[in-house]
């Protein structure tokens, strides 16, 4: 890669992203197609958003991702958001367009890629998915349009779970509705679904020995997924396989979604398998 003054800046802001893989998977990428950009990663505080958002702006930046915990607060900031992201409250990808910041979802589009490359077709199915979110959301609502028969939403915050339910009801047309973690329903909830997801960060590192439910809560049968791609198999997912269940980890999730957002960034063909090289090789090497 050469920095020169004509190369053009993107990036991933959040809180943390010590951790993030996006800016090696990205520039290998950017690398091998010869294009003119640097990717770097910004911690930017939750108080500072808006900071960092309008500085993004004034220093022409091409584009930038957005993770953990902005994805649902960045919205107000931008000047348009795509109808699929609006639709489903979150934004994870931003571009800059003739100066006006676009925002896009990848994420909800990137889990069911994943799911679909790893041989498994969520239509039909009963979806119980844990975090409501930015990336829960998103998730939420394109298990909806890939067909599934039920959704539960799972989360700390009832509120926030009872509005996703219903908003995917509303939306899509499907059968959805909300837990809170501690209801005493949801251990049967957990054994009645045929796909868990986890889409909040509980066992991403550092805190890597916290469940987003308990693995007793497992019936025979049941595909489990996670977003959480560091470590690549979770406490969770290895208990899960450990009890003879499909496992889906964070990892094709995190590469369809960086895939998409290359393409919305550059307007070049992502080079996937590449960018899949790059994130396996730094999780098995550090």
């Known amino acids: 890669m050469q920095i020169d003054a004509a190369t053009r800046l993107l990036g991933v802001i959040g809180m943390p992203v010590a951790h993030s893989l996006s800016p090696a998977m990205h520039n290998r990428a950017l690398a091998a197609l010869g294009l003119n950009y640097a990717y770097l990663a910004f911690a930017v505080d939750p108080p500072r958003l808006a900071d960092a958002v309008r500085g993004l702006r004034v220093l022409g930046c091409a584009g930038f991702n957005v993770t953990i915990p902005h994805k649902e607060t960045v919205m107000p900031l931008l000047d348009e958001v795509t109808p699929a992201a609006r639709a489903c409250g979150a934004v994870n990808c931003v571009c800059s367009r003739e100066g006006r910041l676009i925002g896009h979802n990848t994420d909800g589009s990137g889990f069911v890629a994943a799911l679909r490359e790893a041989g498994v077709e969520p239509g039909g199915a009963v979806a119980l998915v844990v975090g409501a979110g930015g990336a829960?959301?998103?998730?939420?609502?394109?298990?909806?349009?890939?067909?599934?028969?039920?959704?539960?939403?799972?989360?700390?915050?009832?509120?926030?779970?009872?509005?996703?339910?219903?908003?995917?009801?509303?939306?899509?047309?499907?059968?959805?509705?909300?837990?809170?973690?501690?209801?005493?329903?949801?251990?049967?909830?957990?054994?009645?679904?045929?796909?868990?997801?986890?889409?909040?960060?509980?066992?991403?590192?550092?805190?890597?020995?916290?469940?987003?439910?308990?693995?007793?809560?497992?019936?025979?049968?049941?595909?489990?997924?996670?977003?959480?791609?560091?470590?690549?198999?979770?406490?969770w997912l290895a208990e899960a396989r450990r009890r003879g269940l499909r496992t889906v980890d964070g990892v094709g999730m995190f590469v369809h979604q960086g895939a998409r957002s290359f393409e919305l960034f550059t307007g070049q063909a992502a080079p996937v398998a590449l960018m899949r090289e790059v994130v396996c090789h730094h999780l098995q090497h550090g």
């Open 136 to 235: 829960g959301r998103a998730v939420a609502f394109s298990l909806a349009e890939a067909g599934v028969s039920g959704l539960v939403v799972v989360d700390l915050q009832p509120q926030r779970a009872v509005g996703l339910a219903d908003e995917v009801r509303a939306v899509r047309g499907i059968s959805a509705h909300a837990l809170h973690a501690a209801d005493p329903a949801l251990p049967q909830a957990v054994a009645s679904a045929d796909l868990l997801v986890n889409a909040s960060p509980a066992g991403m590192h550092p805190d890597v020995d916290r469940m987003p439910l308990l693995p007793e809560w497992f019936r025979p049968g049941q595909v489990v997924a996670d977003i959480v791609y560091t470590p690549r198999e979770t406490r």
